[in-house]
């Protein structure tokens, strides 16, 4: 196991930097700068905004550009940015907590309800409750998550059940713990939703699909003959060997944490990462792209490092495979 962690985590290195160098890349490329746009400005002197850039380090090689960004990410040093004149640490801390807050309570809510839903709808294939189940999966996936966000503030501004926009209400101090809670969540209701409705739908499918091929099998049937109870053939048996696929996606989720919920976010004003991204590429805050980008790196191969750690634990062939330096996957 030790040198299955070893392997994945020494894979991890050139992943985070290809990527971070081939978004650097792209943001170079793109025509002009953040402080291109000062230019249009007659009070800000050519002469001041060459040495903004200077003292920025834009005006050196696009390869040493990188180098310096890079030596200083790896201290977790994502420099400053220009348009919102703060670090961008501090920038990206105060948003992610927001994003995190939004997005692991969808992650974890979409999971409690779709895989019972989806293990219900597997067990009872064909019948009543998987079709009223499956028809509710369909509606989800049939639905754009941005089309239902403008229904739910469209409702939200004609009724004003719910806020729009903001995390917090302006006595959110004034509240008890539990009414801060609840307040929270009242502010989450719509952005959640969305998020809760679009993660279910597929998931459920994947969900049933599987366990409706894993109750098909021959030692699914051999154990139900030799007298087992049908929920312990379901549940220790066709479930386990059903996992492999859903801690795969564990892993995709998990690194979808912060860019998951980016246009639902946008849609209904809910002040995380995604916004702050937006606004980030719009005015060319190259620092505060790369800081994101570099972040939600860290998320992806996290992310999947969890989610190979998940199946090696489920599945033991796996990491002796591995090292082995077979192909498993």
Do not use: C
């Not at 004003?160 to 006595?171: H, K, T, Y």
């Amino acid at each position: 196991m030790l040198l299955f962690l070893l392997k994945r985590l020494l894979q991890m290195i050139p992943i985070i930097i290809g990527m971070t160098f081939v978004s650097f890349l792209v943001i170079k490329l793109a025509p002009g700068d953040f402080f291109t746009q000062l230019e249009m400005n007659p009070a800000i002197s050519k002469e001041t905004i060459e040495e903004l850039r200077k003292s920025y380090g834009l005006d050196q090689n696009l390869l040493l550009q990188y180098f310096h960004w890079l030596i200083n990410a790896l201290q977790f040093n994502l420099g400053y940015s220009f348009a919102y004149h703060k670090p961008v640490t501090e920038l990206i801390g105060e948003r992610l907590i927001n994003t995190l807050q939004l997005t692991v309570s969808s992650f974890i809510l979409s999971w409690l309800i779709a895989v019972p839903l989806g293990i219900i709808a597997g067990v009872y294939n064909g019948k009543l409750l998987d079709r009223i189940i499956t028809l509710f999966s369909l509606f989800g996936i049939s639905l754009p998550n941005f089309f239902l966000a403008f229904i739910l503030m469209y409702v939200a501004s004609k009724t004003g059940l719910f806020p729009i926009g903001g995390v917090v209400s302006e006595n959110y101090e004034e509240l008890s713990l539990i009414g801060k809670i609840a307040d929270r969540l009242w502010h989450m209701a719509i952005p959640l939703t969305v998020l809760i409705v679009g993660s279910i739908a597929g998931l459920l499918r994947l969900v049933r699909s599987t366990i409706i091929e894993e109750l098909n099998k021959d030692y699914v049937k051999v154990a139900i003959a030799k007298g087992l109870p049908y929920r312990t053939v379901v549940m220790k048996h066709a479930f386990r060997n059903a996992m492999n696929p859903f801690l795969t996606l564990i892993g995709f989720d998990i690194a979808g944490l912060l860019s998951g919920a980016a246009l639902i976010e946008i849609i209904t004003a809910w002040p995380g990462m995604g916004r702050l991204m937006f606004d980030a590429v719009m005015s060319q805050d190259l620092f505060l792209v790369m800081g994101s980008l570099y972040i939600g790196g860290i998320m992806l191969v996290v992310g999947n490092l969890i989610a190979d750690i998940l199946l090696a634990l489920n599945d033991p062939r796996i990491r002796e495979k591995e090292v082995e330096g077979k192909v498993v996957r």
